[in-house]
């Protein structure tokens, strides 16, 4: 079946360092790959997307490549600030099967000034 | 555009009692998802429609779980004798059909069962 590995948390950082967060999945065929974000006491909220390999999705500095030969699609920013405290959920739509959504188990994001 | 609503955002009650909750997709979205999350745990898929049909049901809904989308619009999920084991975040999504592989999430409802 499909599943989702991302690395567990907390991830403690100070402002402006990098931040990896590691993803990896197992699905037949080509899903799309899925960011979200949780901010505390909020719902998820997209945070980029790709849909097919070797793309890359970004938005708000963090960005993401789908990597197929490693079935990797891992999140990156180059600078946090405090405001990215959250939990992160990396999550693949199976091609073809779009309702079922399966998440990693989220990985928590701590960044102090 | 209004984003996905949900109704209650918070909901206590007694063991054995019957709970619903309401969800409001983005408009023209004809696609709406149910999902269970509980505390430190990535979200899992419970139901999802397309328009009014229900399209599939996980395991994870028991006979004591029922949902509708009577008009292609909002939903409502049941709980029937509430357990529990059932006090989660239930979290519902929408999609549209130009862009399927993409579902947009409510704030959710949390549950608490005593």
């Known amino acids: 079946g499909n599943s989702v590995t991302q690395m567990e948390g907390p991830v403690t950082l100070s402002e402006e360092a990098f931040l990896t967060i590691n993803c990896t999945y197992t699905a037949t065929g080509y899903p799309s790959l899925f960011w979200y974000v949780q901010y505390p006491g909020e719902g998820l909220q997209l945070l980029l997307k790709a849909t097919k390999a070797d793309d890359k999705g970004s938005n708000k500095g963090f960005e993401a490549t789908y990597r197929k030969e490693t079935t990797s699609f891992h999140l990156e920013k180059g600078s946090v600030q405090v405001s990215d405290s959250a939990v992160y959920f990396c999550?693949?739509?199976?091609?073809?099967?779009?309702?079922?959504?399966?998440f990693g188990a989220g990985t928590q994001v701590v960044v102090t000034p | 555009d209004t984003g996905v609503s949900q109704d209650p955002r918070h909901k206590i009650t007694k063991r054995g009692q019957n709970v619903t909750f309401r969800c409001d997709p983005i408009?023209?979205?004809?696609?709406l998802y149910w999902y269970r999350q509980t505390l430190g745990q990535g979200p899992e898929f419970l139901t999802y429609f397309q328009n009014e049909a229900q399209l599939e049901k996980s395991r994870l809904l028991s006979d004591r779980f029922s949902a509708e989308r009577p008009k292609g619009s909002f939903s409502t999920l049941e709980i029937q004798r509430t357990e529990q084991g059932d006090s989660a975040m239930y979290l519902c999504?929408?999609?549209?059909?130009?862009?399927?592989?993409?579902?947009?999430f409510g704030p959710g409802t949390r549950l608490l069962v005593l």
């Open positions: 999550a693949l739509s199976p091609f073809g099967s779009w309702g079922k959504f399966q």
């Open positions: 999504a929408s999609s549209s059909s130009g862009e399927q592989e993409t579902q947009y």
């Open positions: 408009s023209e979205h004809n696609r």
